[in-house]
């Protein structure tokens, strides 16, 4: 059994006094024509900033984020769980209608990949290996070849049992992460996806909700439905795993009692290798997970952070203000979807202080 030191990144009061007496924030600058019902994920492209957005009510929209124009929109059978780019007019989604699609903006096609079981809950395309790879509440990942798509035949090459419903899924040039439900963690070489490289289980005793590699590929940070962050490596010598740890974030005490919320999402900067995360509270941390601290806090948000999203360059975020239904049917703010120019104090690590060498 492996002992995973928690960490509280919680603020020291001279950080904290310092947030509050800074020039007052806007939440970024508001979208037009958001989805009309929850959004399950938005995701910027590798090659400009394009964004791509997916939602419940059906819509898979793509928008110029600098210009705050919907570039275009397809409909589906059934609410859309995840989208993601294959480039920058063109990209895959995950929908729970059991469908993998294609969706070409500019030309206004749409092409079928395959069918899952059940909804599909997951996609990620590989840039390393061309695939396109899916993970489904039927209890499988399925491996796609996009050239095929007009024939299921052709375009699946693999289906893969995993142990429950897959909830996440992240790829680091050819590894993948899957997490799925009863907190099981599986990681592939997707040139080899007979059987995972790595069995594991979360290091957190609540719920998956989101699990996303680090940018420089030594491992994998891990959220839960808990208010915490698992900081996971793929070295499985005793040193590397020395260096895992977990903390407590997204929450406060009312009362005396410690309320927590959902962490939905997990972004990596593409630059500094620091990361935001969303969650219930409707707040974006960012954190510097080297040195186990806490960057910045954005203002709060209309509702539950759903997703998160930096651009190319790291300049811009994309934050879905969406209500997650993590307390019922109840009134809410409209989802709404806000990109926000990034500040390089709020996501650059700071550097530590080294004592001068003996001269």
Request: glycine content about 8%.
């Amino acid at each position: 059994m492996h002992f995973t030191q928690e960490y509280s990144f919680e603020f020291k009061s001279r950080i904290a006094a310092k947030i509050m007496t800074a020039a007052p924030q806007s939440t970024g600058r508001e979208l037009t024509s958001p989805p009309t019902d929850g959004i399950s994920n938005i995701r910027f492209s590798n090659h400009s900033d394009n964004l791509l957005v997916s939602s419940w009510d059906k819509s898979v929209r793509l928008y110029d984020a600098s210009a705050n124009a919907l570039r275009g929109e397809f409909m589906h059978g059934g609410a859309v769980l995840d989208c993601c780019f294959h480039d920058d007019s063109s990209g895959f989604t995950a929908c729970a209608d059991h469908t993998v699609r294609r969706l070409v903006f500019n030309q206004g096609r749409e092409d079928i990949l395959g069918r899952h079981d059940a909804p599909v809950r997951c996609i990620e395309y590989s840039y390393a290996t061309g695939q396109v790879i899916t993970g489904s509440w039927d209890k499988t990942l399925k491996c796609w070849d996009p050239r095929g798509a007009s024939g299921q035949e052709r375009s699946l090459i693999g289906t893969y049992t995993q142990p429950e419903r897959v909830y996440s899924l992240s790829l680091v040039g050819n590894r993948l992460v899957v997490a799925t439900a009863g907190r099981h963690v599986n990681v592939y070489d997707l040139r080899n996806m007979n059987q995972p490289e790595q069995r594991r289980e979360s290091s957190l005793k609540y719920q998956t909700r989101c699990v996303r590699c680090y940018p420089n590929g030594t491992g994998y940070a891990l959220s839960s439905v808990e208010g915490r962050v698992a900081m996971e490596f793929f070295d499985l010598s005793e040193a590397g795993q020395s260096k895992k740890y977990a903390f407590k974030c997204h929450r406060k005490s009312e009362a005396g009692r410690d309320i927590v919320y959902p962490v939905n999402s997990i972004a990596f900067h593409p630059i500094y290798g620091t990361f935001a995360t969303g969650g219930c509270d409707g707040y974006v941390n960012v954190w510097d997970g080297n040195n186990k601290k806490r960057l910045y806090q954005y203002p709060k948000y209309p509702t539950s952070i759903a997703a998160l999203s930096f651009s190319r360059d790291g300049r811009l975020l994309a934050v879905a203000s969406s209500y997650t239904y993590e307390e019922g049917d109840k009134p809410h703010e409209p989802d709404a979807i806000f990109v926000r120019s990034v500040n390089e104090v709020e996501v650059k690590p700071k550097p530590k202080v080294l004592p001068n060498p003996a001269t």
